[in-house]
């Protein structure tokens, strides 16, 4: 399917004579589609000549970026073709401030150069360059040679940043950024001019990027939702990524802009082109953020611009490496209408710690996303099988998959004939392979990727583990109690707020590894302490999802928008 043919998003630019033949699929067009909306939103008015490139797995897309205006990339390897794109976005009428210089030096260049990975590159592994200092040489070494060491040396130098999280940070003054003495004194803001008279109304979404997780999911119900309000949900991304979800039906109807970073580095913070040009073109009447630092960064200026426009965040985990998301969020306190949490734990960060009102903090599980409130039964040990013990989660770092690949070692050191299941892919997928055939547990771990349902896994687990480094309140968690089947998990983030305190154990690899080895050997012998750990965890998830879900709370919000 060409770019021309069967447009299912939103186009701010329309083609030149002959425009594009090329024939792309889903996921490449929504790219290519989003970079050129991007840029008619940069350049007003005006005509571009468009040279797309295509590369490896090694190199991400570039679509936004300062290298798309200037061309100077590597990534600029392989030429595709060459067309021209009209802007039909109308140019704004306004002098030029000084600060404006560098960014309107690259939106003059009358070029752009996008490169859009085909889809074969998502048969690899996601692509994460890697450090070339020693530093990262060492940690790469211990890393490959000893996962759980690093693991602990790690945790070990997170310590410096727990005193910072648990003191209340000073919100942002945006306003008295641009006053004598202010970090941005020799800027000038500008607040956004008004849409025309009968602007289609909208949403502006930021999110993480379009890659599998929980909260992916939840950020897609909320695009699901401003869609079903009446609205156009703009979806901004803000991080690197092949964007492997960007084709999900969620989407469809949107005007998605992917972002490829550092987006527009010139930018500055009183001006912000992309976003004046978003304002005076739509009837914007909220704003939502999924973890999106750029859209964090900026939401002080949308809230100048449109003085009592509703701003909602949602949050899941507070980062032990500084706070993450959790923390920008009360740095834009000031101008967030509503902070959405998942779990009390973190609504009692947000209020205690923090000292946001309690009013502005709305707790609202994501239950209902996939688990839905019903009645569930536990699901009984099947006396024929060997006992099922299942992960379920990205390969990535704070999961720590490498934590469940050695508690199966020490389990299969010990004699014990359990089955193991591990269901994932991500970044580290080859590299937990390699922990596999290292520790020896190829023939007792079976690999499933996320092509296979989590219902089937979960059909066939006695126990699921979560093995994480940090985390919020999984969803797997979840899923397998409301599937019969009892979870034990390492004491991160929420996960107290349904697993009881014996079925918890300490985050540190090693001592994790050691505790979840000894805390299954038990449930494998006792079925009736099986079913008990699951009841003791089925009352509190029928309580947390008794409150209303973060689904239902947010369709009543953005319908008073």
Do not use: C
């Not at 000549?49 to 590597?74: A, K, N, Q």
């Not at 690899?124 to 200092?133: E, H, K, M, S, V």
């Not at 020693?134 to 490959?144: F, H, N, P, Q």
């Not at 209340?168 to 008295?176: G, H, K, S």
């Amino acid at each position: 399917m060409t770019v021309l043919q069967a447009l299912d998003q939103p186009a701010l630019f329309r083609f030149g004579d002959p425009g594009t033949g090329a024939e792309l699929s889903v996921r490449e067009r929504r790219l290519l589609v989003g970079a050129l909306n991007f840029h008619a939103l940069m350049a007003p008015g005006r005509s571009l000549r468009i040279h797309r490139y295509v590369g490896s797995v090694e190199t991400l897309p570039r679509l936004t970026d300062d290298t798309t205006f200037s061309g100077y990339s590597r990534n600029n390897r392989t030429r595709l073709e060459t067309f021209d794109i009209v802007s039909v976005v109308d140019p704004e009428e306004r002098s030029t401030a000084p600060s404006e210089e560098e960014s309107a030096a690259l939106a003059a260049l009358s070029s752009r150069h996008i490169h859009v990975s085909a889809d074969e590159v998502l048969s690899a592994d996601p692509y994460r360059p890697p450090r070339r200092d020693l530093v990262g040489v060492v940690a790469r070494w211990v890393k490959s040679h000893a996962p759980l060491l690093y693991d602990d040396a790690r945790d070990l130098s997170l310590l410096r940043y727990r005193r910072k999280l648990r003191r209340p940070i000073e919100p942002r003054r945006y306003v008295e950024e641009f006053r004598p003495g202010g970090l941005h004194e020799d800027d000038v803001l500008i607040p956004a001019a008004t849409a025309p008279e009968g602007a289609q109304r909208a949403v502006i979404i930021g999110l993480h990027w379009f890659e599998l997780g929980g909260a992916e999911l939840w950020a897609f119900e909320t695009v699901r939702l401003v869609r079903e309000a009446g609205f156009l949900p703009i979806v901004l991304t803000n991080r690197d990524s092949h964007q492997p979800w960007v084709a999900r039906p969620e989407l469809d109807g949107a005007l998605l802009i992917p972002f490829s970073e550092p987006t527009v580095e010139s930018q500055t913070p009183g001006i912000e082109p992309l976003l004046r040009a978003l304002l005076r073109t739509f009837d914007v009447r909220g704003v939502v953020i999924h973890h999106n630092q750029w859209l964090y960064d900026r939401v002080a200026w949308i809230a100048a611009s449109r003085p009592g426009i509703p701003i909602v965040d949602s949050t899941h985990i507070v980062e032990l490496a500084g706070g993450g998301y959790p923390l920008s969020s009360a740095i834009a306190a000031r101008s967030i209408t509503k902070h959405h949490v998942i779990s009390p734990s973190l609504a009692r960060w947000m209020t205690d710690v923090q000292k946001i009102p309690a009013d502005r903090v709305v707790m609202a599980p994501l239950g209902g996303l996939t688990v839905k409130p019903k009645d569930a039964e536990f699901k009984k040990r099947r006396p024929d099988e060997s006992f099922t013990v299942a992960f379920v989660g990205r390969m990535a770092r704070q999961k720590a998959p490498e934590v469940f690949v050695d508690m199966a070692r020490r389990l299969k050191r010990q004699g014990h004939t359990f089955r193991f299941v591990l269901h994932g892919d991500g970044e580290l997928s080859s590299w937990v392979s390699d922990i596999m055939t290292a520790e020896g547990v190829d023939d007792i771990i079976e690999r499933r990727s996320s092509a296979v349902p989590v219902s089937q896994t979960l059909d066939e687990a006695d126990v699921l583990v979560v093995a994480s480094h940090n985390e919020g309140l999984t969803l797997t968690t979840l899923e397998a109690i409301a599937h019969g089947v009892p979870v034990i998990s390492t004491n991160v983030g929420a996960q107290g707020d349904i697993i009881p305190s014996s079925a918890l154990v300490p985050r540190y690899a090693r001592l994790a590894s050691r505790r979840l080895a000894d805390l299954l050997v038990p449930l494998a012998a006792d079925e009736s302490a099986r079913e008990k750990l699951w009841r003791a965890e089925r009352k509190a998830e029928k309580r947390l999802l008794s409150q209303p879900s973060a689904s239902t709370w947010f369709k009543e919000e953005v319908s008073s928008w």
